[in-house]
Every structure is written in structure tokens, then in C-alpha cells.
Nanobody, 121 residues
Framework: QVQLVESGGGLVQAGGSLRLSCAAS????????MGWFRQAPGKEREFVAA????????YYTDSVKGRFTISRDNAENTVYLQMNSLKPEDTALYYC??????????????WGQGTQVTVSS
């Protein structure tokens, strides 16, 4: 069992930066790959980024490559999403998840409650 709590969301102007954090509890955190997903109003939830259990491999959706960076600290049971050069289309509720990679997709096993990111133009 993994419990996840996100923080760090907020309102920022286009071009600005935010750093999201996801604090995990549970003894199996370091055995999971971790991911960030987002859901904008009226849209389906979409994959944003993922990181392997040891932080050695990262994955990004095309729209955030070069702007977002996912990282993790297994000693602190925390995963981060550094978001730079934010755009209004990045506005969404951002979720942290413990994920597995199956059928070429990142499939969440556990979700956090989400943190809102709003980017003004």
C-alpha cells in the first residue's frame, strides 16, 4: 500500500515555474516507478512524466519535453516535478501516482488527491 500527497501547485504567469512534490508513505515506495498525470477541465486525464524505481530512467509526454523534469528522492520518499516555461495549456489538476508499465502504457496502481496548477496568459 502506498499513500500519496501532492503539494506545490498554484497560480503562475505564463513563462513561470512551479515545483510539485509528492510525499509517499508506505514501505514499498522505492520499489515503484512513479508518475505524474494531469487532467484539464473537460478533458481526459493524461500522462505527463514517469521515473523508474531508482531514478535512472525518465519518460515524458512530447508536450512537456525540455520544460518539465521529474526526479525522486527515495531516502525522503518523495517525487518531484519541476515545471519551467509554463504555458496556459499546462493548466490542470496534477496527480502523482505509483505506476507499473504494462502494454506500453503507464498504469497507475495508487493515486494522490491532486494539486491544481493554473497558468495565466
Amino acid at each position: 500500500q502506498v499513500q500519496l500527497v501532492e503539494s506545490g501547485g498554484g497560480l503562475v504567469q505564463a513563462g513561470g515555474s512551479l515545483r510539485l512534490s509528492c510525499a509517499a508513505s508506505g514501505r514499498t515506495f522505492s520499489s515503484y516507478a512513479m508518475g505524474w498525470f494531469r487532467q484539464a477541465p473537460g478533458k481526459e486525464r493524461e500522462f505527463v512524466a514517469a521515473i523508474s524505481w531508482n531514478g535512472g530512467i525518465t519518460y515524458y509526454t512530447d508536450s512537456v519535453k525540455g520544460r518539465f523534469t521529474i526526479s525522486r528522492d527515495n531516502a525522503e520518499n518523495t517525487v518531484y516535478l519541476q515545471m519551467n516555461s509554463l504555458k496556459p495549456e499546462d493548466t490542470a489538476l496534477y496527480y502523482c501516482a505509483a505506476v507499473i508499465h504494462i502494454d506500453s502504457r503507464w498504469s497507475p496502481e495508487y493515486w494522490g488527491q491532486g494539486t491544481q496548477v493554473t497558468v495565466s496568459s
